[in-house]
């Protein structure tokens, strides 16, 4: 009897550990690292594209002696830096997750449409990306404050995640970058499909006939030419005295040979 309990409890433990295995390789959640690369990626990306803008703000504040605020340039007010920091975690949930790839790059930014949010759920990792962003940006909010009022010449990433985020941490996840021609890459695969489409697309101007949609084009544009032509051969021709004379009149009949005409 002991004997067949503990070959059963044995069965049960591998069974739990196989299964733990599984899990830890199927889910694999973002480490500090990765945060904070991809929080100071979208950070950069939205100072750009909110940099773009020549708007004036104009300050309702009035000094005691009565004289209004001077107008602030949008590119350089505090409005600009608020609103890219409350919404620069909700940018990462347009990431996408590529289970083939290893580190980092198993993230990737992704085109939404109106339909993808119809079938496709945020997976673990992309929700947990987005929480622990959450944190870091309240937690760090001084320190990017710091670089947007002062330090613009260094890059973000260089200045939140090596200087303070990642100081003496592990940072290997800063240098890793993925290349499209992977071997295996579902991505990079679907991507030269893409591509080997469009240069279909452009040699299928030719026909079955041999013959090209430019080579048609030319060859009717000269038939069409060639029907004006004769138009105007036949087209009437007027007389100086305002009349019109005939194909007869322009060129008179000439008789046969061998036959007697009459003067």
């Keep these: 009897m002991f004997a067949v309990y503990w070959s059963a409890l044995a069965v049960i433990s591998s069974v739990g550990a196989a299964k733990t ?28 594209e909110t940099g773009k803008t020549k708007a004036v703000i104009e300050s309702n504040y009035n000094f005691i002696d009565g ?7 949008y590119v350089k007010s505090d409005l600009r830096f608020i ?3 409350e919404n620069v975690c909700q940018r990462l949930l347009e ?6 790839r290893s ?35 309240e937690e760090y909010e001084d320190v990017i404050e710091d670089w947007y009022k002062g330090n613009q010449e260094e890059d973000l990433t260089s200045y939140l995640c090596e200087k303070h985020v990642l100081k003496g941490g592990d ?14 890459d579902q ?16 040699k299928g101007g030719e026909k079955g006939d041999g013959s090209s949609d430019g080579e048609k084009t030319t ?27 005939s194909d007869e009149e322009i060129q008179p009949q000439v008789p046969l040979s061998g036959q007697k005409t009459e003067l």
């Excluded at 899990?23 to 690369?37: A, G, Q």
């Excluded at 990431?95 to 083939?100: F, G, P, R, S």
């Excluded at 940072?171 to 295996?184: F, I, Q, V």
Aim: aromatic fraction near 6%; include cysteine; charged fraction near 40%.
């Design 187 to 202: 991505a990079a695969i679907a991507e030269d499909k893409k591509k080997k489409k469009k240069k279909g697309g452009k």
């Design 67 to 73: 004289k209004g605020a001077p107008p602030v340039k």
């Design 219 to 245: 060859k009717k544009k000269k038939k069409e030419k060639k029907v004006k032509k004769k138009k105007k051969s036949k087209a009437p021709v007027e007389k100086s005295d305002g009349g019109q004379t």
């Design 103 to 137: 580190g980092s790059n198993r993230f990737a930014k992704v085109r939404l449409s109106i339909w993808s949010g119809l079938w496709n759920e945020t997976s673990a990792e992309i929700s947990d990306l987005k929480k622990q962003c959450d944190v870091m940006v």
């Design 83 to 85: 609103e890219v920091v």
């Design 171 to 184: 940072k290997a996840c800063l240098n890793e970058n993925w290349t499209p021609k992977k071997k295996g």
């Design 21 to 48: 295995d599984g899990d830890d390789d199927w889910v694999h959640l973002p480490n500090r690292c990765e945060v904070c690369k991809f929080v100071s990626i979208e950070m950069k990306s939205a100072f750009e």
């Design 95 to 100: 990431y996408n997750l590529h289970k083939e």
